[in-house]
C-alpha cells in the first residue's frame, strides 16, 4: 500500500475534525450573541417598569417600587433555580469544572438537557441582576454544542473531547469577544484534561476564531471593556509587585469564601428548602438594582465607570465590599451564572483602591491609578483561576489596553506566585472535586511527579 493512501483515512479524519471545530465555533458565537445582547436588553427591564407604571398614571410609591422589583427579581432567580434542580442540576453554576470533569472521564455533558436549561435558566438569572458573568453559561453552551456534534459525527474519544475543549473556548469567546485568550484559556486552565496535540490544539483555533468572526459580525468590533490607560513609567512597576501581593492573598480568600457560601447555602437548603435562600438573594437584588446598581450584575459596564469616574476612596472601599459580599450570594444561589466578569470588576474595585490608598502617602503620576485598577483584573484572575497568561491576555482583549500589558503581567505573575505559596488552588479545580463528592464519587488524587512526588497536577488518564 502506497505512503498516499495510508495517510489519506488520517487526513480525512483531521479534516472532518476541523470542519466540525469551525461549525461548532460557528453556533457557539450565534448562541453565546444571543445570550449576551438579550441579557443586555433584559437588564433595562427596572427602567422600564419604573417608566411603564409612570406612563399608566400608577403611583405606589419609592417602597412600592422596592417592593416591586424586589419580587420580579426574586420570582426570576426562583424560576432559574426550578429549570435546574428539576431538569438539569449540573447545568448550576459555570460549567467549566463539568467540562474539564467530562474531558477525563468523570462527568457526562447531557447536552438535550443542558442547552434549554442552561440558556434559559442563565438568562433568567443574569437578567435578574444577580452577580454573575454570561461567560459561564456562554462556555457550557458551547461545549454542548461540541458534545452534539461529537456524538452526531461519532469521533473518536480523543477528538470527543479536543472537540468538547475547543466548544467551550468557542463559548468563552463569544462571551468576551477575546479568541486569543480563550484559545490559551484550554492550553492553561484545561492543560491537566486536554488531550494536546497538534490536530487538537489547531481544531481549538478553529473554533475559536470562527466564534470571533460570528460575535464581531453580531455584535460589532469593539473590546467589551474599552479603557484609554496612558504608557506607566517604569519607575512606578515596584507598586504593581505590591498589588500582585495584595491579589495573591485576596485570590485565595475569595476561593475559600465562595466555597464556603455554597457550603453555607446547600447546608441551609438541607434544613429548610433549597428555594429559601435564592429567593432572599433576588429578593436583595432587586431592592440594590433601583438604590445601587453598582452592587449588582456581572460588572462588564462597572468596570468601565470605575476605572475613569475618580471615584473617592470610601466609595471604591464600599463597592469592594459590597461586590464580594454580592459575589458570594449570587454564586451560591445554584443558578447558571459564571464567576469571571464578577472577578473582574471586583478586581479593578480591589486595584483602585489600592492605588488611592498608594496616592494619599505618595505622589503618583496621571493615570496611575487607572492603571493599577486595569491591572488587578489580570492579577485576581491569576490567582483565584490560577492562569495568569489568560488573565493578561483576557484583560488586553476587554479593554484594548495594551500600554498597561508589561505591568498587568507582573501583577498576575506576583499573584500567582503568592497564591500558590499560601496553597491556594485552581477554584475550578475546587468546584469540580466538590461537585463529585456531592455526586457520591471520590475525587482521583493529583498526579505526583516521581522521585520529588511534586504535584505536578491533574488527574491521572491512564
Not at 159 to 167: I, K, P, S, T
Not at 220 to 233: E, L, N, Q, S
Not at 339 to 365: D, H, K, N, R, S
Not at 390 to 403: H, K, P, R, W
Request: aromatic letters at 8%; glycine letters at 12%.
Amino acid at each position: 500500500m502506497s505512503a498516499d493512501n495510508e495517510t489519506s483515512p488520517n487526513r480525512r479524519s483531521d479534516a472532518l475534525f476541523f470542519l466540525a471545530a469551525i461549525v461548532v465555533g460557528a453556533l457557539a458565537g450565534v448562541v453565546g450573541t444571543a445570550l449576551h445582547l438579550g441579557v443586555n436588553e433584559a437588564l433595562a427591564w427596572p427602567t422600564l417598569l419604573k417608566s411603564g407604571l409612570d406612563q399608566a398614571g400608577v403611583a405606589i410609591g419609592d417602597g412600592g417600587l422596592l417592593l416591586l422589583t424586589g419580587c420580579i427579581s426574586a420570582l426570576m432567580v426562583l424560576a432559574s433555580v426550578w429549570l435546574v434542580r428539576n431538569f438539569a442540576p449540573e447545568a448550576s453554576g459555570s460549567g467549566v469544572q463539568e467540562i474539564e470533569g467530562a474531558m477525563v472521564g468523570l462527568r457526562q455533558v447531557r447536552w438535550r438537557r443542558i442547552l434549554p436549561v442552561k440558556f434559559v435558566g442563565g438568562f433568567l438569572s443574569l437578567s435578574s441582576g444577580l452577580v454573575l458573568g454570561r461567560e459561564g453559561p456562554t462556555i457550557h453552551l458551547g461545549a454542548s454544542i461540541a458534545q452534539a456534534a461529537s456524538q452526531w459525527l461519532k469521533l473518536p474519544t480523543k477528538d470527543g473531547y479536543a472537540l468538547l475543549a475547543a466548544g467551550g473556548a468557542a463559548g468563552l469567546a463569544a462571551a468576551f469577544s477575546a479568541p486569543l485568550a480563550s484559545i490559551l484559556f484550554v492550553i492553561e486552565e484545561t492543560r491537566r484534561q486536554f488531550p494536546y496535540s497538534l490536530k487538537t490544539y489547531t481544531g481549538v483555533m478553529f473554533a475559536c476564531v470562527m466564534s470571533g468572526i460570528v460575535t464581531q459580525e453580531l455584535a460589532g468590533v469593539r473590546p467589551f471593556m474599552a479603557i484609554d490607560v496612558p504608557v506607566t513609567p517604569l519607575g512606578l512597576l515596584p507598586a504593581f509587585v505590591g498589588l500582585g501581593v495584595v491579589l495573591g492573598v485576596a485570590g485565595v480568600v475569595f476561593n475559600s469564601c465562595l466555597v464556603r457560601s455554597m457550603d453555607f447555602a446547600r447546608a441551609l437548603g438541607n434544613r429548610s428548602s433549597f428555594y429559601i435562600f435564592p429567593a432572599l438573594a433576588g429578593f436583595a437584588v432587586g431592592i440594590l438594582l433601583v438604590l445601587n446598581p453598582d452592587a449588582t450584575k456581572g460588572g462588564e459596564t462597572l468596570v468601565v465607570s470605575m476605572a475613569t469616574a475618580n471615584l473617592a476612596l470610601t466609595s471604591v472601599a464600599v463597592i469592594v465590599l459590597i461586590r464580594f459580599v454580592m459575589t458570594m450570594i449570587s454564586y451560591s444561589t445554584g443558578v447558571p451564572g459564571g464567576i469571571f466578569a464578577p472577578i473582574l470588576a471586583l478586581a479593578t474595585a480591589m486595584g483602585l483602591l489600592y492605588g488611592l490608598i498608594l496616592e494619599a502617602a505618595l505622589p503618583l503620576p496621571p493615570g496611575a491609578v487607572m492603571a493599577l485598577g486595569v491591572a488587578a483584573m489580570g492579577g485576581l484572575f491569576a490567582s483565584t483561576i490560577r492562569a495568569p497568561l489568560v488573565g493578561v491576555v483576557l484583560i488586553a482583549e476587554l479593554t484594548g489596553s495594551y500600554d498597561v500589558l508589561l505591568p498587568t503581567l507582573i501583577t498576575a505573575m506576583v499573584a500567582n506566585i503568592v497564591a500558590d505559596w499560601l496553597g491556594g488552588r485552581p477554584i475550578y479545580e475546587v468546584l469540580l472535586e466538590r461537585t463529585l463528592r456531592q455526586a457520591g464519587e471520590t475525587p482521583p488524587a493529583p498526579i505526583e511527579q516521581p522521585q520529588t512526588g511534586q504535584r505536578i497536577g491533574g488527574w491521572d488518564q491512564r
